[in-house]
């Protein structure tokens, strides 16, 4: 080993607490330190921001991170900074920041400070700022996110596209562009946007075998699905996927008021409240965020045990990243999808107002979503397939987590049908795409197969013993197996492969499993995807789970910041009783025990010293409460203090039958501030004394109430008030 080995174990130990690194990290961030230009392929969770921030850390100079989300540049400064004591040791610089803010952040840059600068893309074209950063020294240009330059990856931004001259004219420094999207063709334009065609490429696989894959069919009561799912993973974080703001904000109320900690978070809101949604998420004060896709890219929280998609994807890029939000820190992560052709049609209909290559592109990407839903064969070989990356369904790590290979379909031989396929893929002339290729088989015609005169040919027809159906099934899995390939570049032409022309020439046993029928109700049982692990201590786990809350709100970072859940666990199996001890923890380095670790050794310390009793929580689910529009319309005009009588207008309502519907809200856990109401209905006084009354008395009966008080106050304004009470004392 040599000196620059031992150097960087050290650093990553001394920064990070890591005693080794994962996968590519180390051979990336080698090129990086040799000045080389480096292009790194790395999924979600993968530890891509790690590659350039210890290489960062340890060279002179600052490193400039583009990056697309303020709220990502903010997790990731405030991660950086609990490293060290100094807080210029990382900084942002974007529209959100003062004039005063602006020149303490130049001043530790040009004192040498400030390790890592993470700018957005329109703050690195502002003129003022490239003459600042030409005359300070730049260790190097990191572009996050840098899918985000092509027009095929799921998030283009044009404003990426002039990056490549802004680095040239901060001279020659090495350029790293990292990216969680792995097709062939967005590769390659992010080098020829960047100007890097030289460049070190590093690919990771693309394989999170901690993930579980599980698609169920969407029916009318989606969400009680929805809810009961979440209180079997009852205290874990969660994100909720919608398509539109609007369903955000109906799940979001629905969940509430099924007494599930929940906030919705879209575009729409505005960004104090968008702020505020995502650090309740991040510092545990909620447990889920129903979101559209504008939330997840700015999200580096470890500990997402489940991501479900209420609405299927418009493509397997975007399925892939956001279900990559889960099980970060390599713990357990369900991936759940909600699927129903309704949704596909619809996503079909926004697309044909865009003008065509767009509506082309669309479409293409939406049909692979529809093949990973309603295929039958793992879910995890299709996914990576379709990443470019062979993967193993009996002995793969993972192999077992998707519900196909759980349940499996039973498997046909398909020989013959898959030599007839092929043969018809080749006799065509690669000019079609699936659903073509299909129609020849089955001999429907359509205005294509007509234009070239498919409808004549002897084949035309020849697989009319099978259904549409089977053969797109078959198609998909042959795709798989290598035999054929399909051009996204040309939006979806099928082509026949070398392999596939040996198959037609020495055929082997292919055995095909049928696609789901995706009208019924799936099985509803839901397998857990966590695996067996030494068993930790789960009392003491509670415990550190809450100093470490309680620091975090000390101080005003996330949790995780202080320690991530591995170290937690990592504690409460090793009961670290000294700071010298707690260095050997997993991730816990020299700054971060010196910084947080005081309290966390005393709480270890008092705990073995007390040796208390374990004892297992039980969980206890509880039935789904309705949820009804009119609900959802009450929580949000009691929030906005709307007159109650005016509520009940709206919605024809008697008095009666509202306060009747507000009762059922607050007994089922949802807080309802009616103080504005009660207020201009009753006097302190009287409030104080029917509070005190519900406050002594064994019974919440209104009967009761009515008899103590002999008439003082009439029945609405008792029930008005017992509901201000448990509203208050209960929820």
Not at 43 to 66: D, F, N, R, W
Not at 455 to 464: A, E, K, L, M, N
Not at 573 to 582: G, N
Request: aromatic share 8%.
């Amino acid at each position: 080993m040599n000196s620059n080995e031992i150097d960087i174990h050290r650093e990553l130990k001394k920064y990070f607490g890591f005693s080794q690194f994962k996968g590519l990290q180390e051979a990336v961030i080698k090129s990086l330190l040799n000045k080389q230009n480096t292009f790194v392929i790395m999924p979600t969770g993968g530890g891509k921001s790690l590659c350039y921030q210890l290489p960062a850390l340890m060279q002179e100079g600052t490193a400039i991170v583009v990056s697309p989300l303020i709220a990502l540049m903010k997790n990731q400064v405030d991660a950086i900074r609990s490293l060290s004591s100094e807080n210029g040791i990382a900084h942002v610089l974007n529209s959100s920041l003062t004039k005063t803010e602006i020149t303490q952040v130049k001043k530790d840059i040009t004192s040498g400070l400030t390790k890592l600068l993470y700018v957005a893309p329109e703050s690195l074209t502002k003129e003022e700022n490239v003459n600042f950063l030409k005359g300070v020294t730049i260790s190097f240009v990191a572009i996050d996110e840098a899918h985000c330059i092509s027009e095929w990856g799921h998030d283009f931004r044009p404003e990426y596209r002039n990056l490549k001259n802004i680095i040239k004219q901060l001279g020659d420094v090495p350029i790293i562009g990292l990216t969680a999207t792995a097709t062939p063709k967005v590769q390659e334009d992010i080098l020829k946007n960047l100007d890097m065609s030289g460049a070190t490429t590093f690919k990771a696989s693309f394989n999170r075998p901690n993930l579980y894959y599980e698609v169920r069919t969407k029916t009318k009561n989606i969400e009680s699905d929805i809810i009961r799912f979440i209180r079997q993973h009852k205290g874990k974080s969660g994100i909720i996927y919608c398509l539109s703001r609007k369903k955000v904000e109906a799940v979001a109320e629905v969940l509430q008021v099924n007494g599930i900690s929940a906030v919705p978070y879209h575009a729409g809101l505005d960004a104090k409240t968008r702020a505020k949604h995502q650090d309740m998420f991040l510092m545990e004060d909620v447990d889920v965020v129903v979101a559209t896709i504008a939330f997840g890219m700015g999200i580096d929280k470890p500990d997402v045990r489940f991501v479900i998609h209420h609405d299927i994807p418009k493509s397997l890029e975007s399925y892939y990243q956001e279900t990559g939000r889960a099980g970060r820190d390599g713990g357990e992560g369900h991936c759940l999808a909600y699927y129903s052709y309704k949704d596909v049609e619809k996503l079909e209909k926004f697309m044909s107002g865009k003008p065509v290559a767009e509506q082309e592109i669309g479409f293409a990407l939406l049909q692979e979503v529809v093949a990973y839903a309603e295929t039958s064969m793992s879910r995890r070989k299709f996914l990576l397939h379709y990443f470019g990356e062979e993967f193993d369904d009996v002995t793969g790590d993972g192999a077992d987590m998707d519900d196909n290979i759980r349940n499996p379909k039973t498997k046909v031989e398909a020989l013959e049908q898959v030599v007839k396929l092929l043969e018809v893929v080749r006799d065509t002339k690669h000019l079609y795409k699936s659903k073509e290729i299909v129609f020849t088989l089955i001999g429907r015609v359509n205005a294509v197969i007509k234009a070239h005169r498919t409808d004549v040919q002897p084949f035309f027809g020849s697989g009319i013993s099978f259904d549409e159906k089977y053969w797109m099934a078959l198609l998909r899995q042959v795709l798989v197996a290598g035999y054929l390939t399909k051009d996204i570049e040309t939006y979806g032409i099928v082509k026949i492969t070398d392999k596939g022309l040996d198959f037609i020439k020495k055929p082997s046993s292919f055995l095909m499993s049928e696609d789901h029928e995706y009208n019924g109700i799936v099985d509803e049982a839901i397998v857990s995807a966590s695996k067996v692990t030494v068993a930790i201590d789960a009392v003491l786990m509670n415990m550190l789970k809450d100093l470490r809350k309680k620091v975090a709100k000390k101080i005003g970072v996330p949790p995780f910041v202080v320690f991530q859940d591995p170290s937690l666990e990592d504690m409460a199996l090793k009961y670290p009783i000294s700071l010298h001890e707690l260095i050997n923890i997993h991730g816990v380095g020299e700054g971060k025990a010196k910084k947080y670790g005081a309290d966390f050794v005393e709480l270890i310390n008092r705990y073995v010293n007390e040796n208390d009793i374990i004892r297992s929580e039980d969980l206890v689910v509880k039935s789904t409460g309705t949820n009804s529009a009119n609900k959802l319309y009450i929580i949000q005009n009691i929030d906005r203090k709307l007159s109650l009588d005016d509520i009940a207008k709206a919605k024809g309502l008697t008095m009666d039958l509202l306060i009747k519907e507000m009762e059922q809200i607050v007994y089922s856990g949802t807080k309802l501030n009616i103080k504005y109401w009660v207020d201009d209905m009753l006097d302190e006084e009287q409030q104080e004394e029917i509070y005190d009354y519900f406050m002594e008395s064994e019974s919440d009966k209104i009967e009761g109430a009515l008899k103590e008080f002999e008439g003082d106050y009439d029945m609405d304004e008792l029930r008005l008030m017992r509901i201000k009470f448990i509203s208050e004392v209960a929820n």
